[in-house]
């Protein structure tokens, strides 16, 4: 039989000694960090809304949130109170470009464009700009997990922390009336909604707010992927909900139109990546847009 001999002692290395002197942290007023646009004129904001909306229809094509005709995002104009921009009528989302926007009243009639809008949803997307005039858009497409959510007829529970920014902050919508074609709809929705960033509508799907077009995206990405964690965790075992007091604490951190803001930031970055993107995107002609 052969002995195995014993491993030999570890080798103590000594820590490594700096050969210079230590480096020098960069000041933090030198680090950059996006923050919210400031616009001059009302024309260079509309500009930009029309910008980001196109863009966002992109990114929510883009991560699957179209189904048909069904998906809707609205923003107010700067000047006009109460109009708003919404994509054109079944004109897919991954198409759409700042000048196929079209801008109609809170009636839902067309006064800068050039194709119909789907009626059943401005009236619903109007209704809600009118009460709530601290939000600029509003965002409404039928995606998956979100329509089995509201099938369940439930709430996003605060199970994971990007959960806990709409705790206390959502509401549902605990009826179904059908497709909504009328005003009066539209006032019912805008009062389920309050003054919350976010709504399920029972056996229909999402709808989020913000007070800018990144904002009011995210929110529903970020809502739609919180209900796919929930239903899968329910799917799984028994999950456990965070308390109240961490939830809370949790929601003022990352549930600020800000940090959704901000949490936005790197879609944009991608769909914009090499300083352009697509052919024709500002529906010009042109061989892309450049951003900046």
Known sequence: MTQQ??????????????????????????????LPPVHDTPAAERAHRKERLAGALRILGRYGCEDGVSGHLTARDPELADCFWVNPFGL??????????????????????QR?????????????????????????????????LAALGELVEPLTQEACAFYEDHALMNAYTGVAVDEAEGR?????????????????????????????????????????????????GKPVPIGHRDAVATREQLGTDLAAWV??????????????????????????HHFR
């Open 188 to 236: 019912r929705i805008a009062a389920a909604l309050g003054p919350r960033k976010a709504l399920v509508l029972r056996n229909h799907g999402l709808l989020t707010v913000g007070g800018s077009v990144d904002a009011a995206v995210w929110w529903f990405l970020s809502l739609e992927r919180c209900a796919q964690v929930q239903l899968t965790a329910r799917a799984a």
């Open 92 to 113: 897919p989302f991954s198409l759409v470009t700042p000048a196929d926007l079209v801008l109609a009243n809170a009636r839902g009639q067309v006064v800068d464009g």
């Open 5 to 34: 001999k014993p491993a030999p002692p570890p080798v103590s290395v000594p820590p490594a000694v700096p050969s210079g002197p230590a480096p020098v942290p960069v000041p933090v007023a030198r680090l950059g960090f996006d």
């Open 263 to 288: 949490s936005f930031q790197p879609l944009w970055r991608e769909l914009t990546a090499g300083g352009c993107y697509g052919q024709g995107w500002d529906g010009g002609g042109r061989e892309g």
């Open 116 to 148: 119909h809008i789907n009626q059943a949803a401005f009236a619903v997307h109007a209704a809600v700009h009118l009460a709530r005039p601290d939000t600029v858009a509003v965002v409404h497409t039928h995606t998956v997990h979100g329509r089995a």
